[in-house]
């Protein structure tokens, strides 16, 4: 079993502390990137977590549970502020369930929290991109003449605006060093990449292959 007690939101003011439970280690590497991970004098403080992920994926649920169609179950409690992963394996179901506690969450404190990729100038200036998954949120949020803030998840208060997250997770089909360098050059070594093809003796990732994806 891993665990990773970890924060959404780089505003401090309103930062969520969360604590993921999972059986694979690479789900507790997903995680890892994706969530912003605290100092070890934070860690050593960090008390009671305000969500609780158990992703126990690879396990099935019971089919013969009342009402139960699939599975695949991916249930979520808001009053116990707790979630359950059975059946997948899919690491998104983290990120997304995380999200969806946010949207819960910051409007009781009249936070706007956003799904959006943004970006700011050199004077200041933020630029907030909306989309769905796939539309080029990430891309146009990775522009090399300006900061990014975030590439997926944000809360805008009355402080500005903030990331939730503490990695990107891009699309990699078609990746090119040319059109996307800077999310090319982040593929290195404690990157996680999933559903992509890949030579078993050199490592090289092919991401014009889309059969697995």
């Given at each position: 079993?891993?665990?990773?007690?970890?924060?959404?939101?780089?505003?401090p003011?309103h930062?969520?502390?969360?604590?993921i439970?999972?059986?694979?280690?690479y789900?507790?590497l997903?995680?890892?990137?994706?969530?912003?991970?605290?100092?070890?004098q934070?860690?050593?403080?960090?008390g009671?977590?305000?969500?609780?992920?158990?992703?126990?994926?690879?396990f099935?649920?019971?089919?013969?549970?009342?009402?139960?169609?699939?599975?695949?179950?991916?249930?979520l409690n808001?009053a116990?502020?707790?979630?359950?992963?059975?059946g997948?394996?899919y690491?998104?179901?983290?990120?997304?369930?995380?999200?969806?506690?946010m949207?819960?969450?910051m409007?009781k404190?009249?936070?706007?929290?956003?799904?959006?990729?943004?970006?700011?100038?050199?004077d200041?200036?933020?630029?907030?991109?909306?989309?769905?998954s796939g539309?080029?949120k990430t891309?146009?949020?990775?522009?090399?003449?300006r900061?990014?803030?975030?590439?997926?998840?944000?809360?805008?208060?009355?402080n500005?605006?903030?990331?939730?997250?503490?990695?990107?997770?891009a699309?990699?089909?078609?990746l090119?060093?040319?059109?996307?360098p800077?999310i090319?050059?982040?593929?290195?070594?404690?990157?996680?990449?999933?559903n992509?093809?890949f030579?078993?003796?050199?490592r090289?990732?092919?991401?014009?292959d889309?059969?697995?994806?």
């Amino acid at each position: 079993v891993f665990v990773n007690d970890q924060f959404l939101n780089w505003d401090p003011e309103h930062r969520i502390k969360v604590r993921i439970v999972s059986a694979r280690a690479y789900h507790s590497l997903f995680m890892h990137n994706m969530c912003i991970r605290p100092t070890p004098q934070e860690l050593e403080n960090f008390g009671t977590p305000d969500f609780t992920i158990y992703n126990a994926g690879q396990f099935p649920c019971n089919r013969y549970t009342h009402y139960m169609t699939s599975s695949t179950s991916i249930d979520l409690n808001l009053a116990r502020r707790e979630m359950v992963i059975l059946g997948t394996q899919y690491a998104g179901e983290m990120k997304k369930g995380l999200f969806s506690v946010m949207h819960y969450l910051m409007p009781k404190r009249q936070i706007l929290s956003l799904h959006s990729g943004s970006n700011m100038g050199k004077d200041g200036d933020v630029a907030l991109f909306f989309g769905l998954s796939g539309t080029g949120k990430t891309t146009l949020s990775t522009d090399h003449n300006r900061y990014l803030i975030g590439d997926d998840e944000h809360c805008w208060s009355e402080n500005g605006v903030s990331n939730i997250e503490g990695g990107c997770y891009a699309k990699c089909i078609d990746l090119s060093k040319e059109k996307e360098p800077d999310i090319y050059h982040a593929i290195k070594f404690g990157a996680v990449l999933e559903n992509v093809v890949f030579d078993e003796h050199t490592r090289e990732v092919d991401f014009s292959d889309k059969s697995v994806t």
